[in-house]
């Protein structure tokens, strides 16, 4: 099946460590995306890919990090700077980035205490 | 800037009740795309509806139906003979054209339950 697969669903890490989330797609979409949910919030644009190698900063990219090696992979890594880490992260991939429609990963949820 | 706001922050209906999610937009944008997505307890967000900002006619869909009227700057959602099944939070987007790449800036979220 065609999709977004993110890993894994829950996760867990103390303060001051960095963690890695995995998005993955087979949809062969050009472009991806980072967003982070907060409780009663809408969704907020962390970072963006439109090509391999190339990667933007979104709304609230401070303490992230990405990288694109692979049309397939979009990692996302939350740093140790990032102050208030604890949210719901969500992956998403387009067609490309004109104006597709984004299709969406089952989420990351990701507690930091 | 962009902003979409869904002012309902949740509604609570009871199974087969008619309902409607309202979404208000601003843009400076001429050109731009709407879009209805579906976050169910999963967490994931399910696509629902894209909609151009030069085609106005309302569309249907089985219950779901779209009203987006360019002078008022809404893009309504109504979910007709809900079910139980349709309880979720619904998310109204706008595109915003952000370095050469489109963004998606999306509304706060209205949470919908049906009641049985």
């Known amino acids: 099946d065609g999709g977004i697969t993110q890993s894994p669903k829950y996760l867990f890490r103390k303060e001051g460590q960095n963690v890695t989330l995995s998005c993955e797609q087979n949809?062969?979409?050009?472009?991806m995306y980072w967003y982070r949910q907060d409780p009663g919030q809408g969704l907020r644009l962390i970072y963006y890919?439109?090509?391999?190698?190339?990667?933007q900063k979104g709304d609230i990219a401070e303490g992230y990090s990405v990288s694109r090696e692979k049309k397939e992979s979009f990692p996302l890594t939350v740093t140790s700077a990032q102050k208030n880490p604890t949210a719901f992260y969500l992956c998403a991939s387009s067609m490309g980035v004109s104006t597709y429609e984004q299709y969406f990963g089952p989420g990351t949820r990701l507690t930091v205490t | 800037a962009q902003k979409v706001t869904q002012a309902q922050t949740e509604i609570s209906v009871v199974e087969k009740e008619d309902v409607t999610l309202d979404c208000v937009y601003e843009t400076r944008d001429t050109t731009y795309y709407l879009f209805w997505y579906k976050q169910p307890p999963s967490g994931e967000l399910v696509f629902l509806i894209r909609r151009n900002s030069f085609d106005e006619q309302n569309e249907i869909s089985g219950r779901y139906s779209w009203n987006f009227q360019k002078s008022t700057s809404s893009f309504n959602f109504t979910i007709t003979a809900s079910q139980v099944v349709d309880s979720a939070v619904y998310f109204c987007?706008?595109?915003?054209?952000?370095?050469?790449?489109?963004?998606?800036?999306f509304g706060q979220g209205t949470r919908l339950t049906i009641n049985p």
């Open positions: 890919s439109q090509i391999v190698n190339d990667f």
């Open positions: 987007a706008l595109s915003e054209y952000y370095q050469g790449a489109q963004k998606l800036v």
């Open positions: 949809l062969n979409h050009d472009a």
